[in-house]
């Protein structure tokens, strides 16, 4: 059975930081494109950070030089760094594990992350 567990998730103050982790057990991420996708009350989900199995990484606009998304294959765990948070940050942050090959993908349960003062 695949699992994805997100953990990290919390309420920071603006300007603050936050790492998140997703850890998966059930597939071997080495052959996983991983991603970290949120989404805020009354939006739809949107994609913030991707990482190849090689380690190439893409971010959307909005948090370039905010996020820093990374992986470490032996530990099967998908990390996101935030920093700077701002308020229009606040969502669910959700994990995905996309197969390279067969393009199957599996989803965490979300984390929720809160930027308030």
């Known amino acids: 059975q695949v699992q994805l567990v997100e953990s990290g998730g919390g309420l920071v103050q603006p300007g603050g930081s936050l790492r998140l982790s997703c850890t998966a057990s059930g597939i071997t991420l080495s052959i996983y494109i991983m991603a970290w996708y949120r989404q805020a009350p009354g939006k739809q989900r949107e994609l913030v950070a991707t990482?190849?199995?090689?380690?190439?990484?893409n971010y959307t606009d909005s948090v370039k030089g905010r996020f820093t998304i990374s992986r470490d294959n032996a530990k099967n765990t998908v990390y996101l760094q935030m920093n700077s948070l701002k308020p229009e940050d606040t969502a669910v942050y959700y994990c995905?594990?996309?197969?390279?090959?067969?393009?199957?993908?599996?989803w965490g349960q979300g984390t929720q992350v809160t930027v308030s003062s």
């Open positions: 990482i190849t199995s090689r380690g190439s990484t």
């Open positions: 995905n594990a996309e197969n390279a090959y067969s393009r199957r993908d599996f």
